[in-house]
Antibody, heavy 122, light 106 residues
Framework: EVHLAESGGDLLQPGRSLRLSCVASGFKFGDYAMSWVRQGPGKGLEWVASISWNSAAIFYADSVKGRFTISRDNAKNSLFLQMTGLRAEDTAFYYC???????????????WGQGTLVTVSS | EIVLTQSPVFYSVPPKERVTITCRASQNIGITLHWYQQKPGQSPKLLISYASQSFSGVPSRFSGSGSGTDFTLTIDNLGVEDAATYYCHQSSIFPHTFGQGTKVEI
């Protein structure tokens, strides 16, 4: 069974940095693309970033481009999201998600973690 | 950016009824449209991929159809356990986008 466990969420002030982690199990992590999706309190889903199986293809939402960096360590079955220059509008649950294939394009999310909460407030 | 517009935004329906949720894309996305269910306090779960392919373990009362710009999610014989918010999602072009969600109340 696929299991995605996020960690690293915190309460912090605007402008600070934070690194989210996701440890995957139940599947061969290195064979699949991964994404981060976020959801503000009481709001809808927003795609944040995707990374292919070998990190060769990476895409970001315009709202986080230049501030967030997605990365992965296949040897440690781990996905990361480095967030800098955090803003109040980045406040959300951040979900680690597994993509249905190795590439990031034209594929769907087939598994979601439980999410980790990032709150940005002064 | 491809905008996905769901309708209705809110649905109040008695049990055993049929529910139809539509998702309209701002441009042609073929069949790269997927549907998710999110119950309160839970993370989303995949229902339908590529417009009409039911995901493993999803009850047969959930079905999807459409292509191009117009898509539908149909829930037959609605049960109380189907109370949730439903989202469509396109993976045709980056940035990937989601619809605003349809809340189904039973």
């Amino acid at each position: 069974e696929v299991h995605l466990a996020e960690s690293g969420g915190d309460l912090l002030q605007p402008g600070r940095s934070l690194r989210l982690s996701c440890v995957a199990s139940g599947f061969k992590f290195g064979d699949y693309a991964m994404s981060w999706v976020r959801q503000g309190p009481g709001k809808g889903l927003e795609w944040v970033a995707s990374i292919s199986w070998n990190s060769a293809a990476i895409f970001y939402a315009d709202s986080v481009k230049g501030r967030f960096t997605i990365s992965r360590d296949n040897a440690k079955n781990s996905l990361f999201l480095q967030m800098t220059g955090l803003r109040a509008e980045d406040t959300a649950f951040y979900y680690c998600t597994k993509i249905s294939g190795s590439a990031v394009g034209a594929a769907f999310i087939d598994s979601w973690g439980q999410g980790t909460l990032v709150t940005v407030s002064s | 950016e491809i905008v996905l517009t769901q309708s209705p935004v809110f649905y109040s329906v008695p049990p055993k009824e049929r529910v139809t949720i539509t998702c309209r894309a701002s441009q042609n996305i073929g069949i790269t449209l997927h549907w998710y269910q999110q119950k309160p306090g839970q993370s989303p779960k995949l229902l339908i991929s590529y417009a009409s392919q039911s995901f493993s373990g999803v009850p047969s009362r959930f079905s999807g159809s459409g292509s191009g710009t117009d898509f539908t999610l149909t829930i037959d014989n609605l049960g109380v356990e189907d109370a949730a918010t439903y989202y469509c999602h396109q993976s045709s072009i980056f940035p990937h986008t989601f619809g605003q969600g349809t809340k189904v109340e039973i």
